[in-house]
Structure formats: C-alpha cells, structure tokens
C-alpha cells in the first residue's frame, strides 16, 4: 500500500465525515410538535440527522483505522520498532492530539446521534407542557469539526511518521557517516 493512497483515502473519509456531520446539524429540526393533554406525545417531522450522524461515525471511524495503519504500517515490507517511531518527539505529539482529537469528535456523534435517536423513540412523556426538545445544538457540527481535525492530523502524523521511518532507516545504513567515505571507495 503507498503512501498517497492512504494519505487519499484518510482526507476523503475525514472530509465525509464532516460534510455529513454539518448537514446532520443542518437538518435537525429546533424541536418536536407536543400533542395530548394530560400526556405529551412528541411528533418530530422526518429527517435524515440520526442516518447522517451514523454514517459521518463510521467515517471517523475508517479514517482513524487508516490513520493508525499509516502509523504502524510496515512499508515496503519493512517494520520499524515502535520505540524508533515515537523518538520523534513531534510525532508522539501529533499522535496524541490526533487521538485525543478523534474520541473528542467520535465521542460528540456518538452522543448527538444517539441523544436524537432517543428522542425520536421516546416519545410519550407523562408530563403535561412537555416541550419535545432536540438534541443539543452544535453538537453534530462541532463534532463535524473534530473529525475534520482528527482527520488531518491523523494526515501529519502519516507524514511525520514516513521522515521517522526514513531516518531510522538512514541510521541503519551500512556504508557509516558520510564523514567516513573515501574518494577512493567504490559505491
């Protein structure tokens, strides 16, 4: 697997997961429509926000997968020790926020999503002058942007990981420092 397809395919799925995460918060409605007297049963008009939330989850979720891959991934079939990795200071940064970023993001669908889902479900409330509420505004667009994030930053750490990946393997170079060439050596 190359580098740029895994670059590719992290970005499309981080950028999916925020175009739907935006129109998820775009097409939720304010609240739902309360009927009864002594019961409130809570009608919400159809929409797409709960389907949306899920599927810009499950993209988070596949651009992290490929992140984490383009991480530990052994390229060209050679593996580099995880301790050869993380000395670079930077990459264990970058990985740290990426992660942090990607649990943020997941967590904030998972909970919007979910949190809209219930209230569709549980509809029938013992409480009169219930106001039928929604999920919490911002919720999926802030979570859009985290994805969006984690995405990206999963992006760096894939880069920061190929310049760990080329020194580490510059350091093993059998022929020494270049100090030590002769002009009389052949290559």
């Given at each position: 697997m190359k580098t740029s397809q895994l670059a590719i395919s992290m970005a499309f799925l981080g950028i999916l997961a925020f175009i739907l995460g935006v129109i998820a918060e775009n097409k939720k409605p304010a609240a739902g429509i309360p009927f009864g007297k002594d019961i409130t049963i809570c009608k919400f008009p159809s929409d797409p926000t709960v389907a949306l939330g899920s599927v810009s989850f499950v993209a988070l979720v596949f651009s992290t997968v490929i992140g984490l891959l383009s991480v530990f991934y052994p390229y060209g079939g050679v593996s580099v020790p995880k301790p050869a990795l993380f000395k670079s200071t930077v990459l264990s940064i970058f990985f740290c926020i990426a992660s942090i970023c990607t649990v943020l993001g997941g967590g904030m669908m998972l909970w919007a999503t979910i949190t809209e889902g219930l209230h569709h479900?549980?509809?029938?409330?013992h409480t009169a002058n219930y106001a039928c509420p929604?999920?919490?505004?911002?919720?999926?667009g802030g979570a859009a942007f985290l994805s969006l994030d984690a995405s990206f930053l999963w992006l760096v750490c894939l880069m920061l990981t190929h310049n760990a990946r080329a020194d580490y393997l510059d350091e093993a170079d059998p022929k020494g420092d270049y100090g030590e060439v002769l002009a009389t050596m052949n290559a």
């Open positions: 479900v549980r509809n029938v409330h929604t999920a919490k505004t911002g919720l999926f």
